[in-house]
């Protein structure tokens, strides 16, 4: 039961979060309720229990990524966007486009299927802790796709300091 | 389930663990506060001091009751928002920073048994708290709308985010060695050593996670984001009363923070080197209380220490030591653990 309420109402939140993010006029108030947002993500990942995974995100996304988005944003011309329009002329074709996938979604939800239980059940997490099951795995199983997703982010490191240098 | 002694009867057992928790809070952000007041008191004095002068001397016995004095004042001052300020954002920005720090605390073991939230990722979460400190910095500078709030909250987050980098990585080391992440696991783990800390194996580790202490805390030889000579105060130039306050406290909060994780991590917690123990086994029925409250209080002199000692850094000259040195020592010290861990345990 508790599981379920705590679900329910960061389900609700993140909906309403997620409207109000895109819904400011003032970019800096956007990324601000994008951080109430990160935290409703997080406490997501602690019903599942990903632990590793919930403290990762307030880390990266919440301390690191939404730092250097306010950055940028304190770099635009705060009074010219706010004095604009908020939205592009096309969004009805977004909402409409948005309101056949939720329809879609909804009927398809009956023929859902339960998949079947892996190794790790949340017993299994919970006697190994789960940064000690996630690293293994990591660095085991799935030690290819990790070193590629390393490789791609060491490039984009590469071109940033690339393109900062060509302009001196 | 017992609490002193007395039966919990059934069905009250939810209640009851958080009633617990509630009171082991309650206790631990008082006695927390009451540190934070006695910090400003004790830095007075200590700096008084070393600069041979006397601190503050006229509230009560060799000025006792200053903090108390200091306090009263604040809260009574006029709360001034600026007419261009963004309302909402400056209002909420000094509480960031303290809830963030205070409830860094939560997680901290201070002796045996003793902590609110005894989490499998201890580490992870100081990190996540000490990491959104910062917002309260940004969105101090961004909403007073004023140049010198402005640069001090620039300056503030490119320091914060880069000094956060070398201190995860010099942490690693302990990580490594301890195997686990859960601060009350990570004490246990350096009783291995008959000098009972991980300061001596890790002494790289060590040195790189003070300095980004320094860092991130804001203090000197770092304190550029509120550089009062070239800056006012920085990003809290329009801060005036509690809010003002606010920012103070989460300034010391954050001190006796960093300084906890480096007893924890590093002095081996609230236990004591077992050679000194055998030695003298009176030692062991002292409460480890005491020795973690020793060893802190040591870290927090250590600020004021520096402080009193050296001069502020350029910004470009921290930045430099930050990505230059601290990061190359923090990655050549997991190696270097990495290696010796591999070949002794196998």
Redesign the interface.
Known sequence: MLPKIFFGYFAIAMVVLSLLIITRR?P??SV?WM?VLFFHIAGLYLLLNA??L???Q??LY???IL??F??VI?MLNLKEEISGERFEGAWPLGVSVSAIIFVLMLLTTGDFVHGPVGKYTIEVIKSE???KALGKLLYTEYLFPFEIASLILLIAIVGAIVLAKRRS | MNVFGMTVPAGFELATSIAIIIVKIAVIVAVTMLHVLYATYFERKVIGHMQVRLGPMRVGYHGILQPFADGIKLFFKEDVVPAEADKTVFKIAPIIPVFATLSAVAVIPFFDGFVIANINVGLLYLFAMSSLAAYGVIMAGWASNSKYSFLGGLRSSAQVISYEVPMGLSLVGVMLLSGSLNLTEIVKAQQQYWFGMYLIPQFLGYFVFMVSAFAETNRTPFDLPEAESELVAGYFVEYSGMRFAFYYAAEYIGMIVMSCVAVICFWGGWTLPPVLVDAVPALAAVPGIVWFLAKVYFHVFLYYWVRATVPRYRYDQLMSLGWKVLLPLALANIVVTSVVKFFAGS
Do not use: Q, S
């Open positions: 003032n800096v108030h601000l951080l632990e590793f919930a403290a990762v307030v880390i919440a301390g690191a730092v250097l306010l950055f304190m802790t789960h940064a």
